[in-house]
């Protein structure tokens, strides 16, 4: 039986398709059958994790050009040298793409959303076999991002740790508690290094968040960890900017693939524990 999860946030820039790559490579290292779809059609990003050459049409190809969801997928088990099979479907990062997905009336918006039932059912058979589909929305309420919820078994909620994220999230959360029927969970991102050191503060951190969203929603909504911010990343980052820039053919960091020891990597592995 496959089992969605939508990988969600308040606003962009929270580290969303970061956690939504990794999370989509460490379950394929573990021999799961992963579906990895950029549902942010808006904002797309997770090409950028990719390279140039591996991406040959768009999920949007799929939704409005008729093509087959097959010559929409790549699958980054060689790419990758994984042990189950990964599907990565892209959204087209064109003007003319995003600008009509902000356009979206809704009737188009209800005919892709029966075409996203389809695709789960699709998937969870040969010869894809899916054993999980992890969505990365687009931040806020846009239509597309409420079709992804009504897909999910799980909504995972990022907060970067800041008071406008947490105080935006609790309020999100809050409002969609009535219209579905998902579990709600939260992961605290770009926690600083030396607090995960600290059993205690994480704790403290913990007992915190969870008072903070049971203040203002009278439910239980998972807290699922933590994940520390990365110094290193951003020259990491920094270079692999210049060599695009050079017009070289480059991908950014995914942790659990290229850095299997790092303490992101182990973060998603714990979380991804607690969601199965």
């Known amino acids: 039986m496959i089992k969605s999860i939508a990988i969600h946030s308040h606003k962009g820039g929270v580290g969303k398709t970061t956690i939504a790559i990794n999370m989509a490579v460490?379950?394929?290292?573990?021999?799961?059958?992963?579906?990895?779809?950029?549902f942010d059609f808006i904002g797309p990003n997770l090409f950028t994790f990719f390279k140039d050459n591996d991406i040959k049409k768009y999920l949007n190809d799929f939704f409005w050009n008729k093509v087959p969801i097959s010559e929409c997928l790549i699958n980054a088990k060689e790419i990758m040298n994984l042990d189950g099979n990964l599907y990565v479907g892209f959204a087209n990062p064109s003007s003319d793409s995003i600008n009509k997905f902000l356009e979206l009336s809704s009737n188009q918006a209800m005919k892709m959303l029966t075409d996203i039932f389809q695709l789960r059912s699709v998937l969870q058979k040969e010869p894809y076999n899916i054993d999980y589909l992890i969505l990365d929305t687009t931040p806020g309420l846009a239509i597309q991002t409420v079709n992804s919820f009504l897909v999910a078994d799980t909504i995972l909620f990022i907060i970067k740790f800041s008071n406008s994220d947490i105080d935006g999230t609790v309020e999100l959360i809050s409002g969609l508690l009535n219209s579905?029927?998902?579990?709600?969970?939260?992961?605290a991102n770009n926690i600083p290094e030396e607090v995960i050191l600290s059993d205690n503060e994480l704790l403290n951190i913990e007992k915190l968040i969870i008072e903070r969203i049971q203040t203002q929603i009278d439910t239980n909504v998972n807290f699922l960890?933590?994940?520390?911010?990365?110094?290193?990343?951003?020259?990491?980052?920094?270079?692999?900017?210049?060599?695009?820039?050079?017009?070289?053919?480059?991908?950014?960091?995914?942790?659990?693939?290229?850095?299997?020891?790092?303490?992101?990597?182990?973060?998603?592995?714990?979380?991804?524990?607690?969601?199965?």
């Open 225 to 276: 960890g933590w994940l520390p911010n990365d110094h290193s990343l951003q020259l990491i980052e920094y270079n692999n900017a210049i060599n695009r820039l050079k017009g070289c053919d480059t991908r950014r960091t995914i942790h659990t693939l290229d850095i299997p020891m790092h303490p992101i990597t182990i973060g998603i592995g714990k979380i991804i524990s607690k969601i199965k």
């Open 180 to 187: 579905l029927t998902a579990e709600m969970a939260v992961v």
């Open 26 to 38: 460490s379950l394929a290292k573990q021999g799961k059958n992963v579906c990895l779809f950029d």
